[in-house]
């Protein structure tokens, strides 16, 4: 599982998505993103993620879980900021990921209710998956209400090769019970 997610470049969104909720508990409060259907697309080292743009149906409380993993990634960072300066808002952090260390940086801007766009440049003390910087961007659209069919927390991911046992659709929800159960099985 752990090459399949490297090879389609979900390791490098989820240390990404990951950054987020690390850096939003720091200074200032995280912008909450409009409810309905997100478009994001990323790319990392300046190619497009081969997942391609994946689709997020959030609410209020579905936006919210990606802070819960403030706590988690706080307990890995020496240092977690997320500060509005002017029009935007700054990022940084050292974590530990895995056996290293990884230094990020970066600016989001744009308008959390209608679109918005990050980038973040990363770089690991111990390579990561052969790459000892990295930068991402990541761009997302806010595309109207969610779709018919779909809940909060839904993520689809269109583009995704098939895994077996693994659907194109993922909830946010069932990754937080995911994280819970490894974090369990980890303990004993």
């Known amino acids: ?13 989820s240390i990404a ?6 850096v939003a508990g720091a200074a200032e409060e995280l912008p909450r993103r409009k409810p309905g259907l997100w478009e994001i697309h990323s790319e990392l080292n300046g190619k497009p993620s081969p997942v391609g743009a994946i689709q997020n149906c959030i609410d209020e ?3 919210s879980l990606l802070k819960a993993g403030v706590s988690d990634a706080q307990s890995r960072c020496e240092l977690a900021s997320w500060a509005k300066e002017g029009d935007s808002y700054a990022v940084k952090s050292v974590c530990k990921i895995g056996n290293s260390v990884a230094t990020t940086q970066g600016r989001f801007t744009g308008s959390f ?6 980038e973040l440049h990363m770089s690991y003390d111990l390579p990561m998956h052969g790459m000892s910087k990295s930068d991402m961007t990541l761009t997302a659209t806010w595309l109207g209400p969610c779709k018919q069919g779909q809940k909060p ?9 098939s ?17 819970d159960q490894m974090k369990r099985m980890q303990s004993r």
């Open 153 to 161: 927390g839904d993520i689809v991911m269109p583009n995704m090769p």
């Open 1 to 13: 599982m752990e090459a399949t997610m490297r090879a389609t470049g979900i390791l490098p969104l």
């Open 61 to 63: 409380k579905t936006d």
């Open 113 to 118: 209710d209608s679109n918005y766009r990050g």
């Open 17 to 22: 998505l990951l950054l987020v909720p690390a």
């Open 163 to 179: 895994i077996p046992g693994m659907s194109k659709t993922i909830n946010m929800e069932d990754i937080m019970k995911m994280r």
